[in-house]
């Protein structure tokens, strides 16, 4: 019997301390959990989505050429002994660019000077002797018949050092295309011939390009053709996206050509600009259209597996949380990207501290 009361006693002991250690720990938690701050908001620089005028391009690879270019090939076959340029070089019109081996055709010269010499001088006689003849007619010292044998010589003397002089010049002319010259000034192209290379009509030599006057040659798809007109707005881009210049549409082909189902339109390049050369690929953005639509900064843009993300400042409670947003974007226009879905007018985008950020972060907008 005294042994069952003791087990009772250790028993209510047991059960008392639990309940103490119980009461203690939950106290500890409180304590615990009331002592944890709540999370501070963190501070970031909003801007409100508003509307901008945004354009409706469209980018275009475009070739640069010049209203003056010319690919120079020769008129007369030989071999090349002279090369006066090198490419890149800035020439005059008229300028000796390259010659062709011209001894051959000098000599021709030379041989057929030497046969116009011989027609001069029979030609020279039988006109003194026309002269003497006449003046024996008239005196009555020789016949009719004499006079007219000296005027027939005289007439096919003259008609034979005519045309010999005739074909002298085209000799003489003909030993000038044994040089190459500039047809205008410009600058001069690639140069694929060697000195001592046989060249003949079929051969390119070189260019030469008149670096102003620039048009840029945009081929157009169809499917935009009842869209393309003169006088849309087009810019010039490089390589990078950079901006070059910018100018209109001034020209359509009235047919489309066939090998790219497109039309070409061309825009004048105005004098002066810088970075443009003849033959030179660059982009060309035809701008069909300009609306008002939201515009978010580009700096306010994430991307997650390419994805384009904003943060919003949402409110709740009085409060802001940060809010991650999904969005469709257009073209980037400056620093600027149009927002075709995802956010609304005087919705408050988040452009600060992006990488600290994440979705439900308690934020305090600031400017």
């Given at each position: 019997m005294s042994e069952m009361m003791s087990s009772r006693s250790?028993?209510?002991?047991?059960?008392?301390?639990?309940?103490?250690?119980?009461?203690?720990?939950?106290?500890?938690?409180?304590?615990?959990?009331?002592?944890?701050?709540?999370?501070?908001?963190?501070?970031?620089?909003?801007?409100?989505?508003?509307?901008?005028?945004?354009?409706?391009?469209?980018?275009?690879?475009?070739?640069?050429?010049?209203?003056?270019?010319?690919?120079?090939?020769?008129?007369?076959?030989g071999n090349l002994t002279r090369i006066l340029?090198?490419?890149?070089?800035?020439?005059?019109?008229?300028?000796?660019l390259m010659q062709i081996d011209p001894l051959k055709q000098a000599a021709a010269v030379q041989s057929q000077q030497g046969t116009q010499a011989q027609k001069k001088a029979l030609y020279d006689y039988n006109r003194v002797e026309l002269d003497r003849q006449k003046k024996l007619y008239e005196a009555g010292v020789v016949s009719r018949e004499a006079f007219d044998q000296a005027m027939q010589a005289f007439?096919?003397?003259?008609?034979?050092?005519?045309?010999?002089?005739?074909?002298?010049?085209?000799?003489?002319q003909q030993l000038a295309y044994f040089q190459i010259r500039a047809p205008f000034s410009g600058v001069v192209g690639d140069i694929p011939v060697h000195i001592g290379d046989y060249v003949s009509s079929s051969t390119v030599l070189t260019t030469v390009d008149e670096n102003v006057d620039?048009?840029?040659?945009?081929?157009?798809?169809?499917?935009?053709?009842?869209?393309?007109?003169t006088g849309l707005p087009v810019e010039i881009l490089d390589s990078d996206g950079s901006s070059l210049v910018k100018t209109k549409i001034n020209f359509?082909?009235?047919?489309?050509?066939?090998?790219?189902?497109?039309?070409?339109?061309?825009?004048?390049?105005?004098?002066?600009?810088?970075?443009?050369?003849?033959?030179?690929?660059?982009?060309?953005?035809?701008?069909?259209?300009?609306?008002?639509a939201p515009v978010v900064p580009v700096l306010a843009v994430t991307r997650i597996g390419g994805q384009p993300f904003v943060f919003v400042a949402a409110p709740k409670d009085g409060k802001y949380t940060a809010h991650q947003v999904p969005v469709k974007l257009g073209e980037p226009v400056g620093n600027t990207y149009p927002v075709i879905e995802g956010l609304k007018p005087n919705d408050?985008?988040?452009?600060?501290?992006?990488?600290?950020?994440?979705?439900?972060?308690p934020v305090q907008p600031m400017g």
């Open positions: 250790k028993f209510v002991l047991s059960l008392a301390f639990s309940g103490v250690f119980a009461f203690l720990l939950s106290g500890c938690r409180r304590e615990s959990a009331a002592a944890t701050p709540a999370p501070q908001a963190m501070p970031v620089k909003v801007e409100s989505v508003s509307n901008s005028p945004v354009a409706s391009a469209d980018t275009y690879v475009s070739t640069i050429k010049g209203r003056r270019s010319a690919t120079l090939q020769p008129q007369v076959d340029v090198k490419s890149g070089d800035t020439v005059r019109a008229g300028q000796v007439e096919n003397s003259k008609a034979d050092y005519e045309a010999n002089s005739a074909l002298t010049e085209t000799q003489k620039l048009e840029a040659y945009i081929y157009v798809p169809t499917e935009r053709a009842a869209d393309v007109r359509l082909s009235p047919q489309v050509y066939n090998g790219l189902q497109s039309i070409l339109a061309k825009a004048p390049i105005p004098a002066g600009t810088k970075g443009l050369r003849t033959e030179q690929l660059v982009k060309a953005r035809v701008t069909w259209s300009t609306n008002p408050k985008v988040i452009v600060s501290g992006l990488q600290f950020l994440q979705d439900g972060v």
